[in-house]
């Protein structure tokens, strides 16, 4: 059993955070949780604004007013996400975006998170380029909960 897992995030550089997650389960079911890096880890300060006009489209003051703490999002990502065989994500990015969130909140997380393409070299017939080429077709909205759901169907097509 399988879950996969993306973040959006506030820019692309080191000095970036994760603003926001989403995953989607195995039945179906999928979550968006918001971060706040403000209640949490003031740090955080890099903010790309394209990425906000173009990308994502969430503002700073959304994440102020809608955002949960550091602390939150990793108790619920652990609590529900501990007991799936694999978590999956489609970009080393998404593996960086973690450990940051987990670091801010002084948290470990109850499971691994494993990029798609490392994960798929255990399955026979089946390889990085047919998840890459799948995932092609798809169009990203660059929301989290969404871009999950993406991430599910591409590799859904690729096992099946």
């Given amino acids: 059993m399988w879950v996969t897992l993306d973040f959006e995030s ?20 999928s979550y968006s949780l918001l971060i706040d890096p403000h209640s949490s880890a003031e740090q955080w300060v ?27 999002v990793c108790r619920h990502l652990n609590e529900n996400l501990f007991c799936y065989d694999h978590i999956l994500c489609d970009s080393q990015w998404d593996l960086f975006w973690l450990g940051r969130l987990y670091r801010a909140a002084h948290m470990r997380p109850s499971f691994t998170l494993k990029e798609v393409g490392h994960w798929l070299n255990g399955f026979d017939g089946v390889c990085r380029e047919d998840f890459a080429s799948a995932i ?23 096992l099946s």
């Fill in 46 to 72: 890099s903010w790309d604004q394209n990425l906000e006009e173009y990308e994502h489209g969430i503002s700073r003051s959304e994440l102020e007013t809608r955002g949960l703490p550091v602390q939150k």
């Fill in 136 to 158: 092609s077709n798809l169009t990203f909205i660059h929301r989290a909960e969404p871009d999950a759901k993406c991430i599910r169907r591409a590799l859904s097509s690729v």
């Fill in 10 to 29: 506030s820019g692309l550089s080191d000095e970036s955070y994760p603003i926001e997650v989403g995953y989607s389960l195995p039945d179906g079911t």
